[in-house]
């Protein structure tokens, strides 16, 4: 039996001195998981501002083809005439030059000359824009200004103004309200 009132010896000096300090700071594992989870946070983060981008451009664009729309619908309800004869329904996608002179032009004619101005802001602002209006039961039909699907079945329908646009370079959207003149 060894005698504890005796000086340690040398190899037992060794280990006694090695007593464990708890551990301070990050392994290097613990940096690269910390890393790797800030770098999928980071990348969410990316995503939803790109998300809210393309949903702003889209509200955008519905907006706008919300204020086209009323801007027609109030010239059509300026024109009373022009309604009672039919010109609104579809309208021709001419300009009148008249329209544009000091001596003015029928009322007809500057139902005409509105939805062709009308119109052609609509293909200049939107992409792949396109619009109508005409006489509809079914308002949320159509697929494009050349295949509208407007029925003209029954007089007492609301005329329709429908307008089209390209949202992604494929997507096509559609907005369209009915008015009664």
């Given at each position: 039996?060894?005698?504890?009132?005796?000086?340690?010896?040398?190899?037992?000096?060794?280990?006694?001195?090695?007593?464990?300090?708890?551990?301070?700071?990050f392994?290097?594992?613990?940096?690269?998981?910390t890393l790797?989870?800030?770098?999928?946070?980071?990348l969410?983060?990316a995503?939803?501002?790109?998300?809210t981008?393309?949903?702003?451009?889209?509200?955008?664009?519905?907006?706008?083809?919300?204020?086209?729309?009323?801007?027609?619908?109030?010239q059509?309800?300026?024109n009373?005439?022009?309604?009672a004869?039919g010109?609104?329904?579809?309208?021709?996608?001419?300009?009148?030059?008249?329209?544009?002179a000091?001596?003015g032009?029928?009322?007809?004619?500057m139902?005409?000359?509105?939805?062709?101005?009308?119109?052609?802001?609509?293909?200049?602002?939107?992409?792949?824009?396109?619009?109508?209006?005409?006489?509809?039961?079914?308002?949320?039909?159509?697929?494009?200004?050349?295949?509208?699907?407007?029925?003209?079945?029954?007089k007492?329908?609301?005329?329709?103004?429908?307008?089209?646009?390209?949202?992604?370079?494929?997507?096509?959207?559609?907005?369209?309200?009915?008015?009664?003149?």
């Amino acid at each position: 039996m060894a005698d504890l009132s005796s000086p340690p010896l040398p190899a037992d000096r060794c280990r006694l001195s090695r007593t464990r300090q708890p551990a301070r700071g990050f392994s290097l594992i613990e940096a690269l998981v910390t890393l790797v989870v800030l770098s999928v946070g980071m990348l969410a983060l990316a995503n939803l501002q790109l998300q809210t981008l393309v949903d702003t451009r889209t509200a955008s664009m519905r907006n706008f083809a919300a204020l086209m729309a009323y801007n027609l619908a109030d010239q059509v309800r300026s024109n009373e005439t022009a309604v009672a004869n039919g010109t609104f329904n579809p309208p021709k996608n001419t300009p009148v030059a008249a329209c544009f002179a000091t001596a003015g032009c029928t009322p007809d004619q500057m139902a005409t000359t509105a939805y062709a101005s009308w119109l052609e802001d609509i293909k200049t602002s939107m992409p792949g824009g396109d619009g109508i209006i005409c006489i509809d039961s079914t308002p949320n039909d159509g697929t494009s200004a050349a295949d509208p699907k407007c029925d003209n079945a029954d007089k007492k329908a609301p005329y329709v103004i429908k307008i089209w646009w390209r949202e992604d370079g494929q997507t096509t959207q559609l907005f369209s309200t009915a008015l009664i003149p």
